[in-house]
């Protein structure tokens, strides 16, 4: 990721929640650099574990109301920071 001329590295965290969402939504191997960065705005709201909660929780809802996955991370962005709001 672009840090103005230097490459920052996603952190732990960040590598965990991409590794589930996309194992999850099965969208393919790596995600764009703008899904990173919602990522690393959503572990700076809450923790670790209140993230990967609420996104499991906005994925189920939004398969059961459309049959799919979203197809990036920007899609659903709202509606998993409501849910880190309260926790």
Request: proline fraction near 5%.
């Amino acid at each position: 990721m672009l840090s103005g001329d230097r490459v920052q590295q996603p952190t732990e965290h960040e590598r965990l929640v991409c590794d589930y969402y996309l194992e999850v939504t099965g969208t393919g191997p790596f995600l764009p650099y703008e899904d990173h960065q919602v990522i690393r705005v959503w572990l700076e709201q809450s923790s670790l574990h209140h993230t990967l909660l609420a996104l499991s929780e906005v994925l189920t809802n939004y398969y059961e109301r459309h049959s799919a996955y979203p197809r990036n991370i920007r899609m659903i962005h709202k509606d998993v920071m409501k849910i880190l709001q309260f926790s």
